[in-house]
Each structure stands twice: as C-alpha cells, then as structure tokens.
C-alpha cells in the first residue's frame, strides 16, 4: 500500500506550497508520519515528522522555523505547509511512516523552486 503524495508545483522563491498525503486509517492511527524528501543527485531524507499524539514534532534543521507539519485524524491525513520556499527545497517530497517502511514509498510529488 503505497502512500501518494500532493500538492507539489513550480513556485517562486519565498512562495509557500501545501502538501497533503492521505493514508489508511490503519497505517495513520498506528504510526508517527512523516515527510520525506529526495534532491536531484542527493539521497532521500527526513523532513518532518510528527508523532500519533498530533503534538510532537520533530523538523530538519534547514526546514525549521519554515515549514510545518500537521495530522487530521478524522481525515486519516498528513500535511506539510511549507513557506519562505528556497531554490534549494526543489525535491521530491514523499510521506511515509516514520521510521519509513518500503512498503509505503509513492511516487512523491514533485517541488519546484525557481525564479
């Protein structure tokens, strides 16, 4: 079961983007989530995330201050509001379980931040 992504797009540095990512209610009620990203020619890494509790929450140190996650338990769904976006955010954002199962791995959505 993999988990989708979206929300991504082309935005000019200092715009703000909001990514969502819906799950089984079995995988969301179960695990802390979390959002991912992959760079071109870098490897993939944790951007955020946020624990069963909806309270705790744990933020990249280039992310923070910038972007915030958050979870919608009656909607089984986790977000990633992002702002101040920097050319170097352009990514392949994913959301997944945190710790990351490869089971869960979608497709991303793809963030582009260029002027």
């Known amino acids: 079961v993999q988990l989708q992504a979206s929300g991504g797009g082309l935005v000019q540095p200092g715009g703000s983007l909001r990514l969502s990512c819906t799950a089984s209610?079995?995988?969301?009620?179960?695990?802390?989530m979390g959002w991912y990203r992959q760079a071109p020619g870098k490897q993939r890494e944790l951007v955020a995330s946020i624990w069963k509790d909806g309270v705790n929450t744990y933020y990249a140190g280039d992310v923070r201050y910038r972007f915030t996650i958050s979870r919608d338990s009656a909607k089984n769904s986790v977000s990633l509001q992002m702002n101040s976006l920097k050319p170097e955010d352009t990514a392949v954002y994913y959301c997944?379980?945190?710790?990351?199962?490869?089971?869960?791995w979608g497709q991303g959505t793809l963030v582009t931040v260029s002027s």
């Open positions: 209610a079995h995988i969301f009620q179960r695990n802390n």
């Open positions: 997944n379980v945190q710790p990351p199962l490869e089971p869960y």
